[in-house]
C-alpha cells in the first residue's frame, strides 16, 4: 500500500501564505502524476494543481499565479506554495498521487487523509 500524509495546513489571514506538503511512503515502486485537490463545505472536490513526472504543471484558473505545485522525486513529496490567500481558499485540502506498488501491477490512484486551510480576518 501507497500511504500519504498531509501537513502545513492552518488558520492564516487574507494574503498570507501556507505550504503544504504531501509525503508518500510504504510501498512503492514508482510516482507518476501528483496532484491537489480541495473540498470547501457543501461544495464538490475539485482540482487545484497537478504536476507530472516531467514536472510539467497545470492550474485551476482560480489559482492560477498564487499557488505553485512542486514535486521532490527523491522524497516522494509533492508541495503547494500557497500565496496571496483568500477566505474563498478555505477547504481541506487532499493529495493525490498516481502510483506502481510493484513493477506487475497496474497503476492505480491514492489519496491522503487531506488538511485543513483556513482563511479568515
Known amino acids: 500500500q501507497v500511504q500519504l500524509v498531509e501537513s502545513g495546513g492552518g488558520l492564516v489571514q487574507p494574503g498570507e501564505s501556507l505550504r503544504l506538503s504531501c509525503a508518500a511512503s510504504?510501498?512503492?515502486?514508482?510516482?507518476?502524476?501528483m496532484r491537489w485537490h480541495r473540498q470547501a463545505p457543501g461544495k464538490q472536490r475539485e482540482l487545484v494543481a497537478g504536476?507530472?513526472?516531467?514536472?510539467?504543471?497545470n492550474y485551476a484558473d482560480f489559482v492560477k499565479g498564487r499557488f505553485t505545485i512542486s514535486r521532490d522525486n527523491a522524497k516522494n513529496t509533492v508541495y503547494l506554495q500557497m500565496n496571496s490567500l483568500k477566505p474563498e481558499d478555505t477547504a481541506v485540502y487532499y493529495c493525490?498521487?498516481?502510483?506502481?506498488?510493484?513493477?506487475?501491477?497496474?497503476?492505480?490512484?491514492?489519496w491522503g487523509q487531506g488538511t485543513q486551510v483556513t482563511v479568515s480576518s
Open positions: 493525490n498521487v498516481d502510483a506502481q506498488e510493484r513493477v506487475t501491477l497496474p497503476m492505480r490512484g491514492y
Open positions: 510504504g510501498r512503492i515502486f514508482r510516482i507518476y502524476a
Open positions: 504536476i507530472a513526472t516531467d514536472g510539467s504543471t
